[in-house]
């Protein structure tokens, strides 16, 4: 069915159809009002169990215990709150719980600033959590249900990343897979380590220096198996949806010589773009990276070895590189690939087109790593 609403909201109504058992969310700018309706969709009696928390750590940590305990969970954050999570975020995907989480990306502070960039989500790239990154509202909403299950089939947690305010307060047309469909792509939820009385089992416990390792090894290499899921997950739902999904979205790569790479809503910019330059003739093409965590390596390598490849980074590693153009410099080794770096688009400065269409042309004269050129909103520049 089409909805015509506002993101956040709307993502909401496709987290209600995949029926979680316990919420737990403290607000925070720009998911506000996705846990305003949550908290709506409980009082409604929609939803079994609604926790109000006092901070972001508490509201993981109240879902850590519910995971544990068997129930299908769910929150969202972004900025601060998502940092404010760090240490629980290690223990939930160590416990293996398949926790799932809508991120509404924003920058972080200082300065404070509500405003939407990735910094927030990259800074917990290595916490163990899958990450699915959607360049529009209607990819955030089909992302729902393969999140649950991904992680419910893995026994992994999930992010679901969204731009804050480009995505989760744009109104736009949204077409929602009904309930029904959902159920059945989705089935109940049955975990099997849950904590029971009658049938004692122990979860995150102490691990020597013989064991840690171990575990870290297991969880590494479930992560890397979760790729298949997550394709898996991507054609199944196209069965449902007619929306089918991969590891990453490919727009006019095959004949390219130059091709953009990035993750979240810039991406759409670099589509519109592409478009435009193919009619002038210009062989380009843009590639979003859907998943960030577990990274698809190997589709990058087989879809952009040998082209001039830039990647646009809305986020830093304060003192290295770039962190997703590091990782897509470490999937193209020795694949004679040129691989430019272009950074900016922070703290809700936008990447028009104008800027995509510098970018190719820089592309053309070899490897650069530079700033966006870009100006600060008016607000911005007015104090």
Known sequence: MIRTKEGARVIGEMVLHCKPQVVACYPITPTTHLTEEMNKYYADGLIPEYITVEAEFSAISALIGASA????????TGGQGLL???????SAAG??????????????SSPLNIWNDEQDSISQRDTGWIQI??????EAVDAMPQAYYVAEKILLPVMVCVDGHYLTHAVEQVDVV?????????PPYKYPLKLDPENPVSLGVYANPTHYQMFREDLMKDMEKAKELLVEAGKKWGKVSGRSYGLISEYRV????RVIVGLGSVMDNVIAVVDELREKGEKVGALHLRVY???PREELRKALAGKKVAVIDRDLSIGAQSPVYVDV???LNATKTEISSFFGGLGGRGLKREHIRKMFEKMRKGPVKEWVATEPPKAAMNG
Do not use: W
């Open 69 to 76: 305990a068997g129930s299908r969970t769910f929150t969202t």
């Open 95 to 108: 416990m293996r719980l398949p926790i799932v989480m809508l991120v509404g990306n924003r920058a972080v």
């Open 254 to 257: 095959k004949d390219a010589e």
């Open 293 to 295: 965590r577990p990274f």
């Open 133 to 138: 990154y959607c360049k529009n509202n209607q």
């Open 178 to 186: 009904d309930s029904a469909k959902v159920q059945e792509f989705l």
């Open 84 to 90: 404010y999570m760090h240490e629980p975020l290690f």
């Open 329 to 331: 410099i470490e999937a």
